[in-house]
C-alpha cells in the first residue's frame, strides 16, 4: 500500500519560514519523481517545486528564490524549505510522487501565512 504523509505545516507570520517533510512508503522512493504542489481556496491545483531522479529541480516562478525542495533517499522522504512566506502563499500543499502511469498523492497539509 503507497503512502505519502506530510508533515510540517501551520501557521506562520509573513517573512517567517516553514519546512513540510512527505515520507513515503510502499514505493521504490528512489525511482520516483517528486513534487509539492499546492491549492488555495477556489483556486486549481498548481505546481510548487519537482524534483527529478537524478536531483534535477524546477520551481513555480512565485517560488523561485523563496522555497528549496530537496530529497533524502536514504528516509524516503522529501522536503520543501519555505523562506520569505506570504499571505499568497496559503494553501493546502500536496505530496506527489511519479513514475511513468504511477502517480500517488498525499492527503495534504495546511499551510496558513498571516498576521
Known amino acids: 500500500q503507497v503512502q505519502l504523509v506530510e508533515s510540517g505545516g501551520g501557521l506562520v507570520q509573513p517573512g517567517g519560514s516553514l519546512r513540510l517533510s512527505c515520507a513515503a512508503s510502499g514505493i521504490t522512493f528512489s525511482l520516483y519523481a517528486m513534487g509539492w504542489y499546492r491549492q488555495a481556496p477556489g483556486k486549481q491545483r498548481e505546481l510548487v517545486a519537482g524534483i527529478s531522479r537524478g536531483d534535477s529541480t524546477n520551481y513555480a516562478d512565485s517560488v523561485k528564490g523563496r522555497f528549496a525542495i530537496s530529497r533524502d533517499n536514504a528516509k524516503n522522504t522529501v522536503y520543501l524549505q519555505m523562506n520569505s512566506l506570504k499571505t499568497e502563499d496559503t494553501a493546502v500543499y500536496y505530496c506527489?510522487?511519479?513514475?511513468?502511469?504511477?502517480?500517488?498523492w498525499g492527503q495534504g497539509t495546511q499551510v496558513t501565512v498571516s498576521s
Open positions: 506527489n510522487a511519479k513514475r511513468m502511469q504511477l502517480d500517488y
